[in-house]
C-alpha cells in the first residue's frame, strides 16, 4: 500500500506560473525524495532532503519539509510547458532502503 | 554513462504463461530495487538487494513472483502462471550504496496479460 497522499491530484497551470504539490506520508523517515515521470519515460529523480532539513532548493525546485506534520511539499517556479509530469514523493523509513511513493500529482502546464 | 535498461520494454501473454523480465542496473551500483505501478498510481516496492544478497522480499505479492541477482549485477523478475492483475509496469531502479540515497530508474517493462 501507499504511504500517503499528495495533492492536488491533478494541476492545470499557465506557463510562467508557480505550481505547488503537497505530500504527507504517515511514519518516521530518514528521508524524502520527490520524483519526475513524463509519458513513456522512467522516473527521474530530482531532489532529496533529509529528516533533519527544512528546505532544500535545486534550480527552479523549492522543497519544504515538516516532520512534525509529516508532510512536505514542492514548489516549481517559473513553470515550462516542458515540466509537464507527473511528480510523486517518495519517503524513506529510518530502518528501509526502499521507497515508499505517493499516488502522484498530475502537473500539465500549457504554452 | 549508460543508466538502467530493462528487456523487454513491452511483453503480452496469454493468462497462465511464465515471463521473465530483466534489469540491467548502472554498473558498480550495490543495491537493486523491483517496483510495480499500476495505472494512474505509484510505484509500489517488490523487492531489494544489495549486492546479489535478496534482503527484502516483503512487496511480492505472491508466490508466483520470483526475483534473482545471482552475481550481484543484472537481476531477472520472473513471474510464473501470469494472472490478468499481474498486469502493470514493472519498474528496476538500482542506487550506487546501500543505503538512503536516490534510485536511479529504468524505463520499465510494460505486461499486459490477456
Known amino acids: 500500500s501507499q504511504q500517503g497522499e499528495e495533492d492536488p491530484q491533478a494541476l492545470s497551470i499557465q506557463e510562467g506560473e508557480n505550481a505547488t504539490m503537497n505530500c504527507s506520508y504517515k511514519?518516521?523517515?530518514?528521508?524524502l525524495q520527490w520524483y519526475r515521470q513524463n509519458s513513456g519515460r522512467g522516473l527521474v529523480h530530482l531532489i532529496l532532503i533529509r529528516s533533519n532539513e527544512r528546505e532544500k532548493h535545486s534550480g527552479r525546485l523549492r522543497v519544504t519539509l515538516d516532520t512534525s506534520k509529516k508532510s512536505s511539499s514542492l514548489l516549481i517556479t517559473a513553470s515550462r510547458a516542458a515540466d509537464t509530469a507527473s511528480y510523486f514523493c517518495a519517503t524513506v523509513t529510518e530502518y528501509g532502503n526502499k521507497l515508499v511513493f505517493g499516488a502522484g500529482t498530475i502537473l500539465r502546464v500549457k504554452s | 554513462g549508460a543508466g538502467v535498461s530493462q528487456s523487454p520494454r513491452y511483453k503480452v501473454a496469454k493468462r497462465g504463461q511464465d515471463v521473465a523480465l530483466r534489469c540491467d542496473p548502472i554498473s558498480g551500483h550495490v543495491s537493486l530495487f523491483w517496483y510495480q505501478q499500476a495505472l494512474g498510481q505509484g510505484p509500489e516496492f517488490l523487492t531489494y538487494?544489495?549486492?546479489?544478497?535478496?534482503?527484502?522480499k516483503s512487496g511480492l505479492p505472491s508466490d508466483r513472483f520470483f526475483a534473482e541477482r545471482p552475481e550481484g549485477s543484472v537481476s531477472t523478475l520472473k513471474i510464473q502462471r501470469t494472472q490478468q492483475e499481474d498486469s502493470a509496469v514493472y519498474l528496476c531502479?538500482?542506487?550506487?550504496?546501500?543505503?538512503?540515497?536516490?534510485?536511479?530508474f529504468g524505463p520499465g517493462t510494460r505486461l499486459t496479460v490477456l
Open positions: 531502479a538500482s542506487s550506487q550504496t546501500r543505503t538512503y540515497n536516490e534510485q536511479f
Open positions: 511514519t518516521s523517515i530518514n528521508n
Open positions: 538487494f544489495q549486492n546479489e544478497a535478496q534482503l527484502d
